[in-house]
């Protein structure tokens, strides 16, 4: 078990998150254990509290914590990208149901916010030639789904 997990508070649809995450990411992602709400627990006894969950090997908890705290962007996801088809993959599941926002950020069905980010972004953004550097922010600033050969394009001054 990792020493931290984050935990993902959900409305009463933690079960249904889950199992969407679990249809996105495939690779080494399950359901752990779930815990149930008991007869103290003030819900409905019997329905789900708590769902320990691993997306590509990364734990999570998700708990049905009630209406009370809702996503925001403050806190985001990102997903590492080794191509454009793995950017598309991740983009069109996740978005699905939800919204694109900006710069490879979206938001899902269920408010939590993804950045869906290709491995050479970083690194472009990063480049010691700030001239390099700025094109592709620039570029960047104009997408909301990232594509790679326009950053790509932009990067080489084209």
Excluded: H
């Excluded at 679990?22 to 080494?28: A, C, H, I, P, R």
């Excluded at 069109?92 to 491995?119: N, T, Y």
């Amino acid at each position: 078990m990792q020493k931290i997990i984050p935990c993902l508070w959900y409305d009463g649809n933690a079960e249904a998150a889950v199992k969407f995450y679990l249809s996105v990411f495939k690779k080494n992602s399950k359901i752990q254990r779930i815990g149930r709400w008991t007869e103290a627990g003030g819900e409905k006894a019997g329905s789900v509290l708590t769902i320990y969950f691993k997306l590509n090997g990364q734990e999570y908890l998700a708990l049905n914590g009630g209406p009370e705290y809702k996503f925001t962007p403050a806190v985001s996801f990102t997903v590492a990208c080794k191509n454009q088809k793995e950017v598309d993959y991740y983009w069109d599941k996740l978005s699905k149901g939800g919204k694109g926002v900006a710069c490879s950020w979206l938001e899902d069905k269920f408010g939590m916010s993804w950045q869906i980010v290709p491995d050479i972004l970083p690194k472009m953004l990063m480049d010691k030639d700030r001239k390099k550097a700025d094109r592709v922010m620039r570029a960047m600033m104009l997408m909301v789904k990232i594509n790679i050969k326009e950053l790509e394009a932009a990067y080489k001054g084209r």
